[in-house]
T-cell receptor, first 112, second 114 residues
């Protein structure tokens, strides 16, 4: 079956530090890959996505590259801000219904 | 992006009562809606998928008679937790999709069953 594995949190960083959240997946076929972000007290928002191998998704300074050879979709940001404090979910879709399979989520805490 | 609302945002009820949660798309018509459940500090677990005008498809292990889903129109889906018990306390989230890939999530409803 399909699964998504993320690094456990919480990840605590100082402002302007480099952030990496690892995500690997197991899936049949070629899934579309996503990163969603959940800010405190808010619903999930799509952060970025990639639909095929070697695609790079980017948004708000975050980037992730679809690596088929390593079945990974690691999220990176070069310089985090306090406002980036949130829970980040890696996810994939493999079927035509668009059903999302989520990772466990990684809480990121950025301190001033 | 599209806006999805949920109502209520918080609900506290007594054990044995039923609770209805509404999910509305405010600025687009959703062909497919999803209902998720999220436990504290855990990921979202898909409960069911519904398409407008047809019966919901439930994930394995989700009781159809306990979690009634109605997708009456392209802008409204409801989840009714029937005869709620404390173990049903959770955060329920809906999402709506139009193109089979992009989902727009509601802000969630926190249910506490006493």
């Amino acid at each position: 079956g399909n699964s998504v594995t993320q690094m456990e949190g919480p990840v605590t960083l100082s402002e302007e530090a480099f952030l990496t959240i690892n995500c690997t997946y197991t899936a049949t076929g070629y899934p579309s890959l996503f990163w969603y972000v959940q800010y405190p007290g808010e619903g999930l928002q799509l952060l970025l996505k990639a639909t095929k191998a070697d695609d790079k998704g980017s948004n708000k300074g975050f980037e992730a590259t679809y690596r088929k050879e390593t079945t990974s979709f690691h999220l990176e940001k070069g310089s985090v801000q306090v406002s980036d404090s949130a829970v980040y979910f890696c996810a994939l879709i493999t079927d035509s219904w668009g059903k999302l399979q989520f990772g466990a989520g990684t809480q990121v805490v950025v301190t001033p | 992006g599209a806006v999805v609302s949920q109502h209520p945002s918080w609900v506290i009820c007594k054990s044995g009562t039923s609770v209805k949660i509404e999910c509305r798309s405010l600025d687009f018509q959703a062909t497919t809606m999803f209902w998720y459940r999220q436990f504290p500090k855990q990921s979202l677990m898909l409960m069911a998928t519904s398409n407008e005008g047809s019966k919901a498809t439930y994930e394995q292990g989700v009781e159809k008679d306990k979690f009634l889903i109605n997708h009456a129109s392209l802008t409204l889906s409801t989840l009714t937790v029937t005869s709620a018990h404390p173990e049903d306390s959770s955060f329920y989230i809906c999402s709506e999709a139009t193109d089979g890939e992009t989902q727009y999530f509601g802000p969630g409803t926190r249910l506490l069953v006493l």
